[in-house]
DNA sequence: ATGCCTTGCGGAGCAAGA
């Protein structure tokens, strides 16, 4: 993506958040997208690694400082920039005894602080991985009420395994039970637009279909049988300085492509 | 149809994803 200059002649910074399913076999499709889309920030999920094994070098030759918070076979999540990383913290407060690797934060390009969030995905919805969505859930809420009240503008990007509307489900009457789309996954994600945040893509493109997901099973890509489940939730600050946001659906095209797709926002230089 | 893919782990066939 091209940096678009502003009146003052500075450049806009893009937050793109891409749960890759594996930084390992997703290395040359990252890479590809990183050289043509160019964010100033990638907030990754699922990278499915320790934070050894997270292939710094290669992304760092691009320009792209790392900030890993990993975990063995399963979650990890990490943040690139190219303006800069400080103040970096892993996982989310609120449970000592949570040992999953889902939650890490940093302050980019100075004065903006960012997340990557990779949310439990509670399924089955009968069992304890769903009380333990909704726990991490009202982590995330907490944390993110004392976040808005900074004065620094904040992104809060991830996968949040919810899709907030029907609207962001290609068959709602088939996922009504999944705990993507349960009644409780919906209000505590509304619980969080409540503290003040924007749902960056929702408000950009107000309309049906905008998914960031489709399965490997069924077809599903081909059939554009989608989800919504990606999100960039802008605090106050963040979201009076947004200019635009999207969705690019080229990744999920390629071969050995992801299940997701990234999803972007481009804010405003500061006045 | 708790399958249909894909990944990690480990060296076969699960577990987990959403």
Redesign the pocket.
């Known amino acids: 993506m091209i940096l678009i200059a502003n009146t003052n002649g500075n450049p806009m910074p893009t937050i793109a958040t891409w749960?890759v399913?594996?930084i390992?076999?997703r290395l040359p499709a990252v890479l590809r997208w990183l050289e043509r889309a160019r964010p100033d920030v990638a907030l990754l999920q699922?990278i499915?690694t320790v934070d050894d094994g997270f292939p710094e070098q290669e992304i760092g030759d691009l320009g792209y400082a790392c900030a890993v918070h990993g975990q063995?076979?399963?979650n990890g999540v990490a943040i690139l920039s190219r303006l800069g990383l400080e103040d970096v913290t892993r996982g989310l407060p609120g449970d000592d005894g949570d040992d999953q690797a889902r939650y890490i934060e940093a302050v980019v390009g100075g004065t903006l602080r960012v997340a990557s969030i990779y949310l439990?995905?509670g399924?089955?919805a009968d069992s304890p991985?769903f009380p333990y969505k909704l726990a991490w859930m009202e982590r995330l809420r907490a944390h993110a009420a004392g976040l808005a009240r900074l004065d620094e503008p904040v992104v809060l990007g991830g996968?949040y395994?919810v899709c907030p509307t029907d609207g962001d489900v290609y068959d709602p009457a088939g996922w009504r039970d999944d705990a993507?789309c349960r009644p409780d996954s919906r209000e505590r994600f509304r619980a969080l637009l409540h503290l003040g945040y924007t749902d960056a893509i929702a408000v950009r493109h107000p309309r049906p279909g905008v998914y960031t997901?489709w399965?490997?099973?069924?077809g599903a890509w081909q059939k554009d049988n989608g989800?919504r489940?990606d999100h960039l939730l802008l605090s106050p600050l963040a979201a009076d300085r947004l200019e635009d946001a999207g969705v690019d659906r080229a990744p999920r095209g390629e071969p050995?492509a992801s299940?997701h797709t990234p999803a972007w926002v481009r804010l405003r230089e500061e006045a």
Do not use: C, R
């Open positions: 749960n399913n594996s390992k076999a699922e499915k063995k076979t399963y439990p995905n399924n089955p991985k996968d395994n993507l997901f399965d490997y099973q069924g989800l489940i050995k299940d």
